[in-house]
């Protein structure tokens, strides 16, 4: 086993894409952190689950249980939530004002969603997103090409297209996002005049590794990392939207975050994991690293799946200008 770094900070976010809160400790489970994103904003026109990568004024908005989530806190199961808006006004989830607010604030017809029961699957549904959609989600001029999205297994892929988020949960693509205070301190080095602040990246955990790499967290892809009480599986580096680049209370917008991870970064930073074994994390907690069984390499497999995704791009629909 080796150290992998020491947990600084953990968040938990009740309505995605709202401001986060950072908790001193909390419990994990196949879904993720306990009462992370039991809410969400819905489009009405669209009948889908929508974010900041779309009406980044969410950012702007705080949220807060109005108690201490229930252990039952999850799927068909939302605690009630204080949405708090820049003016200094706040409205329950319990408020039937609370969707003509909302409404109001991003100029689009929406609703605040409570997560929705695990076999209630077409409430997550969405339509096939278009090329203009990702152009949108990514921050791409129409000269750029769209990212690569390869590191995805097929199997999450097809969830993520078929779904705007997995079934269960209302985050976009795993339970866990982890990043390294070693990541952002490189990348900050590549764009001094930038702040990359953890809170843009909206992890759940932040570590702070002994690792000399730049991206430590890269490394423990397929490995296990073992905590005092829970385990968790990183899986993939976490490929970033435009959404870090937007301005949110105490960070200004700035392009350049996107643009320095896009150039110096694979456009990837953090990694996307499991929950392998259920149980309390919390600030100080010293992680161990059970190392992937062996390294990743540009197998076949990944060469048809790269071939793969080339073609499924080629088919996606433009979509509007």
Known sequence: ????????????????????????????????????????????????????????????????????????????????????????????????????????????????????????????????????????????????????????????????????????????????????????????AMAPDSEFDERRFRPTLVVDSPATSEHPEWDWCGGVLHGPHADLQPLIPTIRCVMPSHEQPQLKRDREITRAIAAHSRRCLGVYGNVVKPGRIAEGDVLTLEPPARPVTESGAVKVKRALMRAVAAAIPNGRN
Not at 3 to 28: D, F, L, Q
Not at 74 to 86: D, R
Not at 102 to 129: F, G, K, N
Request: hydrophobic share 40%; proline share 8%; charged share 25%.
């Open 1 to 188: 086993m080796l150290e992998a770094g020491r947990i600084t900070s953990i968040w938990r976010y009740p309505v995605k894409s709202m401001a986060g809160e950072r908790v001193a400790s909390a419990e994990v489970s196949a879904l993720g952190l306990h009462a992370d994103r039991t809410w969400a904003v819905r489009d009405v026109e669209h009948d889908t689950t929508t974010g900041a990568k779309k009406l980044p004024g969410l950012l702007w908005c705080t949220a807060r249980y109005a108690q201490t989530p229930a252990a039952d806190a999850g799927p068909g199961h939302a605690p009630e939530v204080l949405i708090g808006f820049p003016d200094g006004r706040e409205f329950s989830s319990s408020d039937p004002g609370v969707h003509r607010a909302l409404s109001d604030y991003v100029d689009r017809d929406v609703e605040l969603r409570a997560l929705p029961p695990i076999s209630e699957r077409h409430q997550y549904r969405t339509p096939m997103a278009t090329k203009t959609d990702l152009r949108v989600v990514f921050g791409l001029e129409d000269d750029e090409p769209l990212p690569d999205l390869s590191m995805f297994p097929i199997r999450k892929l097809a969830e993520i297209t078929r779904y705007a988020t997995p079934v269960g949960s209302y985050v976009d693509a795993y339970p866990v996002h982890i990043l390294t205070a070693q990541s952002l301190a490189a990348m900050a």
